[in-house]
């Protein structure tokens, strides 16, 4: 099989309603095959990371690798609100364990489709596809311009590369990265659980500057001094990656993660940070990380997934 998957635009189907003529339309009915051959008008590019490999050599529970399809099957029924276009790129996969290869697979692709002048938001698949989508930004980049990367996550991912990456490794590794490249590494880390990271990745954060929230700081009572944080963040940068683990929301409200959070940040903490961060003009990239179709219930985590999307696109 390829190791990147074509487009497969059949799972663009859902309801129709032609009694409301244009105003009823849904994602399925404007999202285009991205054409690889051609030009098109820049616009959102939704890459596919169809990777666990990352999940497994952290000991986690896999299933992330069906993300992908599970978050463009839910996608495709919801509500169209966009004036840009919508392009389906594909899959990368990681079918041999080749997760190095993989990356570079994602990075390319992300690259191509930022030198195009369009969006690219990178549907994960293990928070692996982390390194792999900064990979592709930095690509691009060429050194023009600090990045700040933006993690809402309950875990650092700040673990050591010893002899392989994994889930838990990406951010050390952009941190290497940028030591070898002398480019700053400027990581912002928001509602980190102090019970799911040790005390030697608290004072990895800390020697790497990373500024980080706990979770329990992250609710919209603190939504003033987080968007003052934010500010003062974005404002040290020239361009931004988001990253959104889905294990940094509730379990009751993302069940469907490798590791389901004890307390969560609410959704109506996230959104209005992610809208601010739409609404820098700095935002170049995007990915959603650690949806297991396997362990949701009744598509509860897909559903959530997808309303994220729509936030990011909007």
Not at 58 to 74: C, D, E, Q, T
Not at 170 to 188: D, L, M
Request: glycine share 8%; with cysteine.
């Amino acid at each position: 099989m390829d190791k990147f998957n074509p487009v497969d635009m059949l799972v663009w189907q859902g309801r129709q309603d032609p009694e409301d003529g244009e105003l009823a339309l849904r994602w399925h009915d404007k999202v285009q095959p991205w054409p690889q051959a051609g030009s098109a008008a820049p616009g959102v590019a939704l890459v596919g990371f169809a990777c666990d490999e990352g999940v497994r050599r952290n000991k986690g529970r896999v299933g992330a690798a069906g993300a992908p399809l599970a978050v463009r099957k839910l996608l495709a029924n919801s509500a169209w609100h966009l004036s840009r276009p919508v392009y389906d790129c594909g899959d990368v996969n990681c079918e041999d364990g080749d997760l190095d290869a993989a990356h570079g697979r994602l990075a390319e692709r992300v690259a191509r489709l930022l030198d195009e002048g369009h969006f690219p938001l990178v549907l994960g698949g293990g928070h692996e596809v982390a390194f792999g989508s900064w990979s592709g930004l930095n690509l691009h980049l060429a050194g023009r311009g600090r990045v700040g990367i933006i993690n809402f996550d309950a875990h650092f991912d700040l673990r050591m590369k010893l002899e392989q990456a994994s889930s838990g490794t990406p951010f050390f590794q952009i941190a290497e990265q940028c030591a070898a490249q002398s480019t700053p590494f400027t990581y912002a880390c928001l509602g980190v659980a102090e019970t799911a990271n040790t005390r030697a990745l608290f004072a990895r954060a800390e020697a790497l500057g990373v500024w980080h929230v706990l979770d329990e700081a992250m609710t919209p009572a603190e939504l003033p001094a987080l968007l003052s944080g934010l500010d003062a963040f974005i404002a040290r940068c020239d361009h931004l990656y988001l990253t959104i683990d889905l294990d940094v929301l509730p379990a009751a409200v993302m069940p469907g993660v490798s590791a389901p959070a004890a307390r969560g940040v609410e959704l109506a903490a996230i959104e209005p940070l992610i809208a601010h961060i739409r609404a820098s003009g700095k935002l170049r990239l995007a990915d959603l990380a650690e949806y297991n179709p396997s362990l949701d219930q009744d598509n509860r985590s897909a559903r959530v997934a997808a309303r994220l999307v729509h936030q990011l696109t909007k």
